[in-house]
C-alpha cells in the first residue's frame, strides 16, 4: 500500500474508523515489528514495544498531519517508546539474573539511532547461497533450537553458530549503509 | 567472537544458558566493550531475521483495538502488560528466545476477553488455551492431577478444551502420566507423525527427524498415523512414520557379536591369474585351494576357533561376512545376497549347511550380510541397482531365504558399497518396513561413518535413524584395539560390541571388559 493510500485510511481513522485503523495495523504492523526487532537485542520487547507504539498511534492520530509520511511517524512512536524500555531496563538494579539483559539493554540504547536500512532485508536474504538461506529458514522461520539443528544437519553446533554468525555478518553488512546489495 | 562465544549466543537465544552461564557473560561483557557491541549486534539482527520470517499476525489489528477499549483507564504500557500477563503470565521474565520469539503465535486477546480458564499449570505460571509451553518449562500438571514432564528443546502447545486435554508436541519428547478420564475428559497427543489417545496410563512420546516413538509404562495407549492405527499395551514401543504405525522390538542381548569374515579380494580383478586357486579369497589365503577338500579343512579350524573365541567372551553370535565369496568385491563391496551364494561360491555353498549348524549348535545366533540393491551382471562386469520402491522387498527376500536355510536371526545390512552414490543409499522407511516384517531378528544397518570408527558408529547407529534397541557398535577391526574410553562409552549406551574374533587384541579387549553383560 502506498503512502498517500495510508494517509487515506489515517485520515478515516482520524475520524474515528475502526475499521480503516485496523487496516492501518494490519499495513503497518510487520514492518514495523521487524523496525523494532533489528533494535533490541531482546527479543521478548519486540512484541511489547510494537504492541504499545500501535496503541499510541491511536491516541496520537489526531496529531497526524497526512503528508505521506505515516509509517515513518509510527516508527517515531516505537522508537520512542524502546527507548523508554532500553532505558528503564538498563538502569534497573541488576539482579544476577537481569544482569545480561541489562548489559546488552545499554549496548541497544546506545545503537538506537543507526539507521540499519532494515528494508534491504528481505532483499539481502535472497541474495544468500541456498546452503545459508535453508539455514536461516531453519533457525528462524522454524524455530529449530541449535542442538536440534546440530543433529537434523549432522554437523557440531559449534560448526552450526559459526555459520549462523557468518551469515549474520554477511546480512549486516548487506544492510549497512554502505552495504552491497546494490 | 570466538566459535566458542557463538555458540554461548545461539544458546542465549535458545533460552538453555544456565544462570551461572549468563552471570559469567554478563561480566565479560561489562569488562569487553568490543564483545558487548559484536554480541548486541548480533542478537538485533537475529531478531531482525526472525521478525522478517514470521507469517503475518492475523490477529494484531482486532487485539489492538481490544487493547485500546481496555486501556481505560490504564496506560497503554500497563493495558499491554495486563493482557499479556493474563495469558502467559511467564512473558515477563522470558529467559527463551524461542519462548519470546513463539508469543506472537500464541497470544489471542479473544482468550483473555472471554475469561477463559488455564489449562495446565507450570511453577508459578498458568498456561491458557492455545499457549505454547515457554521453553524454560518442563513440567505440566493439570487439574485432574495428569503430569507432563518436558525434556529440553521440546516445543510443546497447548489445546483449546480443558476437559478434553490435548498436547501438540512439535519437537522433542515427554513423559506423561495421565490420571484415568472419565465423564468425557480425554486426554491425547499429537506430533508430525502420528496421535495417541489416552484414558489413563503413563506413556512416553518422542519425536525424531521423521518419525514419533510412542512408549507405554503402564495402561494401554492408541496411536493412530495414516490409516494405521495401534493399541499399544505397557512395556510396548510403536514408531509411527510414513503413514504407518509399526511395533519396535527391543533387542535386550547386549552380550558381544563376532564378525567373522570369511572371504574377501585378493587383489584388484586385473592382477588375477585365471588359474588362481582361490578366485574368491577364501579366508584371504592366496594358496588356498579352494576346489578341494582343503577348503573345508580351513573353515572348519577357522570356525573352531571362532567358537572359542566368542565363548570366551560370552557372546550372543556371530556374523559370517563374504559368503558369496570376495572374486567381486572390489566392483561391489560385500554383495550381501545370500540367494546368489550357490552361483557366485558354489565351493561355499556345498559346506554352508553344515558349517551354519556347526555354530548353532554351539549355542550361538548366525548371521550375514544383506544388501539393498540388486546385484547384475553386466557383460563381464557387475552392477548395482537400487530402487527404492523394491529395496525393502529385495531385502525382505534375502533376509527370508537366510532364516529359513541358516536360521539366521543377524543381519548386517549394508548402505554403502565401493560404488554407490549418496542416492544409493537405502531410505529409512523402507528399513522400518523391514525391521516391522522381521520383528525377531537384529538388524545392524550399516552407515557411512560406520565403515570409519567406532565412534561414528555409535552416533549413526545409536540414534533415531533405526529403531532404539536395534543399535549396535562396531569396534574398529583389523588392527584395532578398543580403548577403554571406547569400551566405557559403549556401555554407557548400552550398545552391543561387535568385533573380529580372529584378531587377539579385540578378544583380549573385552574379555577383560568387566562390566559387559554376562549371559
Known sequence: MDADALDQLAIAAQGGDRAAFQRLVEELHQDLRIFVAVRTSAADQVEEVVQTALIATWRLLPRYEPRGTLTAWVKGIALNHLRKVLSSRARTPLAPLDALDGVLAREDEADLDEDPRTERLRHCLEHLNDQSRELVELRYRDEISLDALAARLGRSAGTLAVHLHRVRKALRDCIAPNGTSS | ?519
Open chain 2, 1 to 519: 567472537m570466538t566459535p566458542d562465544d557463538l555458540e554461548l549466543l545461539e544458546r542465549l537465544r535458545d533460552g538453555t544458558l544456565a544462570a551461572a552461564t549468563r552471570d559469567g557473560l554478563a561480566r565479560r561483557l561489562i569488562q569487553d566493550p568490543a564483545l558487548r557491541a559484536e554480541m548486541a549486534r548480533d542478537l538485533r539482527l537475529g531478531n531482525a531475521l526472525r521478525a522478517v520470517a514470521l507469517a503475518r499476525d492475523p490477529q494484531v489489528a482486532q487485539r489492538t483495538l481490544a487493547l485500546i477499549d481496555a486501556e481505560q483507564p490504564v496506560s497503554s504500557q500497563r493495558a499491554v502488560a495486563r493482557v499479556m500477563a493474563s495469558i502467559a503470565p511467564w512473558w515477563r521474565q522470558p529467559r527463551t528466545w524461542i519462548a519470546a520469539a513463539s508469543l506472537a503465535a500464541v497470544i489471542t486477546i479473544s482468550f483473555w476477553l472471554t475469561a477463559q480458564p488455564a489449562i495446565a499449570w507450570s511453577d508459578g505460571a498458568a498456561l491458557f488455551p492455545g499457549a505454547t509451553v515457554p521453553a524454560d518449562v518442563h513440567e505440566l500438571r493439570f487439574a485432574d492431577g495428569s503430569t507432563v514432564i518436558i525434556a529440553p528443546s521440546s516445543r510443546v502447545r497447548l489445546g483449546d478444551d480443558a476437559q478434553r486435554k490435548h498436547l501438540y508436541l512439535d519437537t522433542g519428547s515427554i513423559d506423561a502420566h495421565v490420571t484415568t478420564q472419565r465423564d468425557g475428559a480425554s486426554f491425547s497427543v499429537s506430533t508430525p507423525y502420528g496421535d495417541a489417545d489416552v484414558r489413563g496410563t503413563r506413556f512416553q512420546v518422542a519425536v525424531a527427524d521423521d518419525s514419533s516413538i510412542v512408549s507405554v509404562s503402564e495402561g494401554r495407549v492408541d496411536v493412530r498415523h495414516g490409516d494405521d492405527a495401534v493399541s499399544v499395551a505397557a512395556g510396548e514401543r510403536v514408531v509411527a512414520a510414513d503413514q504407518h504405525v509399526l511395533p519396535m522390538v527391543a533387542w535386550k542381548d547386549r552380550r558381544p557379536l563376532g564378525r567373522l569374515v570369511v572371504a574377501g579380494p585378493l587383489g584388484p580383478p586385473e592382477r588375477r591369474f585365471t588359474n588362481d586357486p582361490n578366485p574368491n579369497g577364501w579366508l584371504f589365503e592366496p594358496t588356498l585351494d579352494a576346489h578341494s577338500a582343503t577348503l573345508a579343512q580351513h573353515l572348519e579350524a577357522t570356525l573352531a576357533q571362532t567358537v572359542t573365541t566368542l565363548r570366551s567372551v560370552g557372546a550372543q553370535g556371530v556374523l559370517l561376512y563374504g559368503i558369496e565369496g570376495g572374486a567381486h568385491h572390489y566392483r561391489t563391496g560385500f554383495v550381501g545376497d545370500p540367494r546368489r551364494v550357490p552361483e557366485l561360491a558354489p565351493e561355499f555353498d556345498a559346506l554352508a549347511d553344515s558349517l551354519f549348524a556347526r555354530l548353532r549348535a554351539a549355542g550361538l545366533a548366525t548371521g550375514v550380510t544383506v544388501s539393498p540393491w540388486r546385484l547384475e551382471r553386466l557383460g563381464a562386469t557387475w552392477q548395482q541397482t537400487l530402487d527404492p520402491a523394491t529395496c525393502a522387498a529385495e531385502l525382505d527376500g534375502k533376509i527370508a531365504y537366510a532364516r529359513k536355510r541358516w536360521g539366521c536371526t543377524l543381519f548386517y545390512v549394508n548402505r554403502t558399497a565401493p560404488n554407490a552414490t549418496a542416492s544409493d543409499r537405502i531410505p529409512d522407511s523402507a528399513l522400518r518396513l523391514v525391521a516391522a516384517h522381521h520383528p525377531d531378528v537384529l538388524l545392524i544397518i550399516e552407515d557411512a561413518s560406520a565403515a570409519q570408527s567406532a565412534v561414528g558408529a555409535a552416533q549413526a547407529l545409536g540414534g533415531n535413524r533405526v529403531p532404539a534397541g536395534r543399535a549396535v557398535i562396531r569396534l574398529p577391526w583389523f588392527q584395532a584395539k578398543p580403548t577403554p574410553d571406547s569400551l566405557t562409552a559403549a556401555r554407557a549406551a548400552k550398545d552391543i560390541l561387535m568385533f573380529d574374533p580372529q584378531v587377539q587384541e579385540q578378544a583380549d579387549a573385552i574379555r577383560g571388559d568387566q562390566q559387559l553383560p554376562v549371559p
